[in-house]
């Protein structure tokens, strides 16, 4: 098993559409007009959240770990076309579908196989991927310039 490529990615963007893992903390600070803003990547985002001096941001570790085709035939048929990656020690895998709109995230590739027979017609096939999760999150400050270690508010 190679080892994958860990980032961070702000604990709150871990949803059904977690932008991909960035290497630094540091890279999700924004300079915008009349201060900074923590990221999304969406130039469009219409609530970014806002950083001052000395706001706490929470980051986990993540891993991206590759894609699958999933196809759901029934409500306890499924298959997937790809392989299930190895996860890495220590982690929790997500799964996610990639279909803009329908976009769901799950702990398992049953648990989101059952929850796309509950809301799609079926059969219904879907592009999906797969990331690591190390649940330890790490607590930074921002100081103007980025993030430090620093005791949490």
Not at 34 to 63: K, M, Q, S
Not at 91 to 113: F, P
Request: hydrophobic share 40%; with cysteine; glycine share 8%.
């Amino acid at each position: 098993m190679t080892s994958p490529a860990w980032g961070y990615v702000p604990t709150a963007y871990l949803d059904e559409v977690t932008p991909a893992p960035r290497a630094t903390p540091d890279a999700w600070a924004m300079r915008v007009p009349g201060g900074a803003v923590l990221t999304t990547g969406n130039p469009n985002d219409p609530d970014p959240i806002r950083l001052t001096i000395g706001t706490d941001v929470g980051f986990e570790r993540v891993a991206r770990l590759g894609m699958a085709r999933i196809v759901v035939q029934t409500i306890d048929t499924w298959r997937l076309d790809g392989d299930l990656p190895d996860l890495p020690p220590s982690s929790d895998l997500i799964v996610t579908t990639l279909d803009i709109g329908r976009m769901r995230s799950a702990d398992s590739v049953e648990e989101l196989a059952c929850a796309i027979a509950a809301a799609m017609p079926l059969p219904y096939g879907a592009d999906i991927s797969f990331s690591a999760i190390h649940h330890e999150t790490l607590h930074l400050r921002f100081d103007g310039a980025g993030f430090r270690a620093g005791d949490a508010a």
